[in-house]
């Protein structure tokens, strides 16, 4: 073996074989590039040796995290990212001293993080696999916090016979509101509305039926068509 993993043999198949056993993977774990096929020579003389270039791939969660890292660099973040499983899972954490600008509102920027470095991981894969990065636990933290809300807003829906809709979120947040409520005996939950928009709605199962109002009270209530309220609007305006 020379160096920058070149190595060499009588043949192409020669040097790759001298590689792996070098490199210590089998064929698949490794990326091998032909550099020079070689030559016979005649009768034996003048003849070159095929030369290849063999490296150990990189793993799904190797890439992801290279990525990140790299990512950061060009944002100028000062953070960096561990492996913390590589398997059917891919799960990275990242490690920095600020931890805003890598989370982000309620998750934003470490979401976009995970939706590209789940791309990159999953470059050439058959079957899908998943990509969690995470900071300072704040996975666990936003799930406890959206577990919470869940349950509150389930009981006032239930105390008042009301829906109560959510602010949007992303699909990862609404399955955990779904998740939370499922097998509550009082109440339902859906998703409405269109990405990125979409939000889920609580619905007591003793939801009240809408009441009209009296037409005339509303007017009365709102100024009627002379009352105060309009004469106020056209001084405003």
């Known amino acids: 073996m020379e160096s920058n993993n ?3 043999g009588k043949t192409v ?5 001298s590689g792996l056993i070098s490199l210590g993977v089998t064929r698949d774990e490794a990326e091998i590039t032909i550099i020079d096929e070689g030559k016979k020579g005649i009768f034996g003389l003048g003849g070159t040796k095929a ?12 890439r992801a995290a290279k990525f990140i890292d790299g990512l950061f660099e060009i944002l100028k973040i000062n953070a960096f990212s561990e ?17 805003h600008q890598v989370i982000g509102h ?18 050439g894969n058959e079957q899908y696999k998943k990509v969690v990065v995470d900071c300072e636990n704040y996975r666990e933290s936003r799930c406890k916090t959206l577990t919470a809300l869940a349950e509150k807003l389930a009981k006032k829906a239930v105390e008042k016979g009301r829906k109560y809709k959510l602010e949007p979120m992303n699909p990862y947040e609404r399955r955990i509101i779904h998740s939370a409520l499922v097998d509550h005996p009082d109440v339902t939950t859906k998703s ?14 003793n939801l009240k039926p809408f009441e009209k109002r009296d037409r005339r009270n509303d007017r009365n ?3 009627g068509r002379g009352g105060k309220f309009n004469r106020d609007r056209r001084n405003n305006d």
Request: aromatic share 2%; proline share 3%; charged share 30%.
């Open 192 to 205: 409405e509305g269109k990405e990125p928009a979409r939000f889920v709605v609580i619905i007591p199962k």
């Open 106 to 123: 309620h998750g934003e920027v470490l979401d976009a993080i995970q939706t590209i470095a789940g791309a990159v991981a999953n470059i």
């Open 221 to 223: 209530d709102r100024g």
């Open 13 to 17: 198949e020669e040097a790759v074989e």
């Open 83 to 99: 492996i913390v499983s590589d398997g059917e899972k891919v799960e990275i954490n990242v490690q920095t001293a600020n931890s």
């Open 6 to 8: 070149i190595f060499t």
């Open 51 to 62: 030369k290849v270039k063999g490296e150990k791939r990189a793993t799904d969660g190797e």
